[in-house]
């Protein structure tokens, strides 16, 4: 480790320089590029969308390998991007809801960026990595961590300064937690997506100059989050006559569980099918405009010859529901909300264009780009390393990914939903069963609209994937046995059946 290294940004005359790193292999050591996008489903040209316009992500596909079972742990942003960063699953970071952050339940465990700063590489955030707990205007990031990054920046565009006032919602007043949209006349620049794009430009061409010390810069755009905002001319590529409605949602839902259907919000009661496609269609511009700043950013790699000695991860905190179900946004169980995009390009170890089948999650990402640049981690990060199906696309890894959410809101009421996925089955539990089963066959049903929970032919796989999902809940928790606590609330399920 070298964590006694001063290493810090020097400001002078508006100039920002990188302070002296003193290493004999830092210019071998691999760059980071970290790029995450917010709310991002899996509608992307490179995951089989045929109507999306996204040829920077598909580029970078091309160069990498796209993880096509990739899973978050928990469908809300905020114990998403916890679990994510600190290699630990929500019931050992303790963090179940946005406006927590590791360091009140787990304050000495070192972050993934930190990690990567400790061990002498420079650390910078652009926008939001952890979660925002501030009004948006401010433009700072209120639940972030300062001893991930030496350099924080929080740029606000006019989707953000200016133009609330003008956007749709379906609840008065609220805008990033509702349905909303709005297409902008302004152009791409004066976004804060795209502030962030030249922001990153800017660092980049500083780490650049200083070839000598490696980089783990992680940019966390904003878009598709709502409020769906982007320059118009991106809606104008989804013309609404085109986009397609789920249908025969009333007969999909008669054998879910009510537990699964619990995140649907009664605000979409208000949706017409107009409505409906105009959230679809601000909800794909959102992608096309943020896939557009994206691709700033892999240009100015490459530009700076950076490209060659810099892995490139592309991924989002969870997915996103546009109507399956009956659901939207996000906090399910099912495919929609649990799988997030993942691409990873790490030259001289990834194929470029393969795809890796395993199921994966977003906590294998610490211990992976750990690995790959010989950083040290901790020893009890939970999540496995990648790097074997970097190398073989086809490798088994581990074989299963671990979703949690939480029902019923806080205290005695709140109760818990895990969901195993493995190469073939998806298999949810509702309070230990006590409130519902679901099991889908992704390989007759990739949608998930039948539940054979209930069908005679499977009780043996529910008894095998019950007994696998239990004892991968188990190891989601610390090996001490002690269990988080944030503000006096304790959250260990039952799991008390065998």
Same mark, same amino acid.
């Given at each position: 480790?070298?964590?006694?290294?001063?290493?810090?940004?020097?400001?002078?005359?508006?100039?920002?320089?990188?302070?002296?790193?003193?290493?004999?292999?830092?210019?071998?050591?691999?760059?980071?590029?970290?790029?995450?996008?917010?709310?991002?489903?899996?509608?992307?040209?490179?995951?089989?969308?045929?109507?999306?316009?996204?040829?920077?992500?598909?580029?970078?596909?091309?160069?990498?390998?796209?993880?096509?079972?990739?899973?978050?742990?928990?469908?809300?942003?905020?114990?998403?991007?916890?679990?994510?960063?600190?290699?630990?699953?929500?019931?050992?970071?303790?963090?179940?809801?946005?406006?927590?952050?590791?360091?009140?339940?787990?304050?000495?465990?070192?972050?993934?960026?930190?990690?990567?700063?400790?061990?002498?590489?420079?650390?910078?955030?652009?926008?939001?990595?952890?979660?925002?707990?501030?009004?948006?205007?401010?433009?700072?990031?209120?639940?972030?961590?300062?001893?991930?990054?030496?350099?924080?920046?929080?740029?606000?565009?006019?989707?953000?300064?200016?133009?609330?006032?003008?956007?749709?919602?379906?609840?008065?007043?609220?805008?990033?937690?509702?349905?909303?949209?709005?297409?902008?006349?302004?152009?791409?620049?004066?976004?804060?997506?795209?502030?962030?794009?030249?922001?990153?430009?800017?660092?980049?061409?500083?780490?650049?100059?200083?070839?000598?010390?490696?980089?783990?810069? !992680?940019? %966390?755009?904003?878009?598709?989050? *709502?409020?769906?905002? /982007? #320059?118009?001319?991106?809606?104008?590529? $989804? =013309?609404?006559?085109?986009?397609?409605?789920?249908?025969?949602?009333?007969?999909?839902?008669?054998?879910?569980?009510?537990?699964?259907?619990?995140?649907?919000?009664?605000?979409?009661?208000?949706?017409?099918?107009?409505?409906?496609?105009?959230?679809?269609?601000?909800?794909?511009?959102?992608?096309?405009?943020?896939?557009?700043?994206?691709?700033?950013?892999?240009?100015?790699?490459?530009?700076?010859?950076?490209?060659?000695?810099?892995?490139?991860?592309?991924?989002?905190?969870?997915?996103?529901?546009?109507?399956?179900?009956?659901?939207?946004?996000?906090?399910?169980?099912?495919?929609?909300?649990?799988?997030?995009?993942?691409?990873?390009? !790490?030259? %001289?170890?990834?194929?470029?264009? *393969?795809?890796?089948? /395993? #199921?994966?999650?977003?906590?294998?990402? $610490? =211990?992976?780009?750990?690995?790959?640049?010989?950083?040290?981690?901790?020893?009890?990060?939970?999540?496995?390393?990648?790097?074997?199906?970097?190398?073989?696309?086809?490798?088994?890894?581990?074989?299963?990914?671990?979703?949690?959410?939480?029902?019923?809101?806080?205290?005695?009421?709140?109760?818990?939903?895990?969901?195993?996925?493995?190469?073939?089955?998806?298999?949810?539990?509702?309070?230990?069963?006590?409130?519902?089963?679901?099991?889908?066959?992704?390989?007759?049903?990739?949608?998930?609209?039948?539940?054979?929970?209930?069908?005679?032919?499977?009780?043996?796989?529910?008894?095998?994937?019950?007994?696998?999902?239990?004892?991968?809940?188990?190891?989601?928790?610390?090996?001490?046995?002690?269990?988080?606590?944030?503000?006096?609330?304790?959250?260990?399920?039952?799991?008390?059946?065998?």
């Amino acid at each position: 480790m070298t964590s006694g290294i001063a290493s810090r940004f020097v400001v002078l005359v508006g100039v920002v320089a990188l302070a002296p790193f003193s290493s004999a292999d830092a210019a071998d050591r691999p760059n980071v590029l970290f790029l995450i996008s917010d709310d991002l489903n899996n509608a992307l040209n490179t995951y089989g969308h045929p109507q999306m316009k996204t040829p920077n992500i598909d580029r970078l596909a091309a160069r990498g390998v796209r993880f096509d079972r990739a899973y978050c742990q928990f469908p809300l942003c905020g114990p998403s991007r916890n679990s994510m960063l600190t290699g630990l699953y929500p019931n050992s970071t303790g963090i179940l809801s946005n406006a927590q952050i590791f360091r009140q339940s787990i304050p000495s465990h070192v972050s993934l960026p930190q990690a990567f700063r400790l061990d002498g590489y420079f650390a910078a955030r652009i926008g939001k990595l952890y979660h925002y707990g501030v009004p948006r205007s401010i433009g700072t990031n209120g639940h972030d961590d300062p001893g991930s990054w030496e350099l924080e920046l929080n740029p606000a565009g006019v989707d953000r300064l200016e133009e609330e006032p003008k956007i749709f919602t379906l609840t008065p007043g609220q805008f990033g937690g509702t349905l909303s949209w709005y297409a902008s006349p302004k152009s791409d620049e004066y976004h804060t997506d795209g502030i962030m794009a030249s922001d990153a430009e800017w660092v980049l061409e500083r780490c650049a100059r200083q070839a000598d010390r490696p980089f783990f810069l !992680a940019v %966390g755009f904003y878009r598709p989050h *709502t409020p769906y905002v /982007a #320059p118009e001319d991106y809606f104008k590529q $989804y =013309p609404r006559e085109q986009i397609s409605l789920v249908e025969g949602v009333e007969e999909d839902q008669q054998d879910i569980p009510p537990a699964g259907l619990m995140s649907a919000k009664r605000e979409q009661d208000k949706l017409t099918d107009e409505l409906r496609r105009e959230a679809i269609q601000a909800y794909y511009a959102s992608i096309s405009f943020m896939d557009a700043q994206v691709g700033r950013v892999l240009d100015a790699l490459d530009r700076l010859g950076l490209a060659e000695n810099t892995i490139v991860v592309m991924t989002s905190d969870h997915g996103y529901h546009l109507g399956e179900h009956g659901l939207w946004q996000k906090m399910s169980l099912f495919e929609e909300s649990a799988r997030v995009p993942m691409i990873i390009a !790490a030259p %001289g170890v990834s194929k470029g264009g *393969t795809v890796a089948p /395993a #199921p994966v999650g977003l906590i294998d990402l $610490y =211990p992976t780009l750990a690995e790959l640049c010989g950083v040290e981690a901790p020893e009890n990060l939970q999540g496995q390393s990648l790097v074997p199906l970097l190398r073989d696309p086809e490798a088994p890894g581990r074989g299963w990914s671990l979703s949690q959410v939480t029902r019923g809101g806080g205290g005695q009421g709140r109760f818990f939903g895990y969901s195993i996925r493995t190469p073939r089955w998806r298999y949810t539990e509702w309070d230990d069963g006590n409130r519902g089963l679901e099991l889908y066959d992704h390989e007759a049903d990739p949608l998930e609209q039948t539940n054979l929970a209930d069908c005679p032919n499977h009780v043996e796989t529910i008894t095998e994937l019950s007994r696998l999902l239990r004892e991968s809940v188990r190891s989601t928790y610390p090996p001490s046995g002690e269990i988080p606590e944030v503000q006096g609330t304790l959250w260990m399920p039952n799991l008390t059946n065998p």
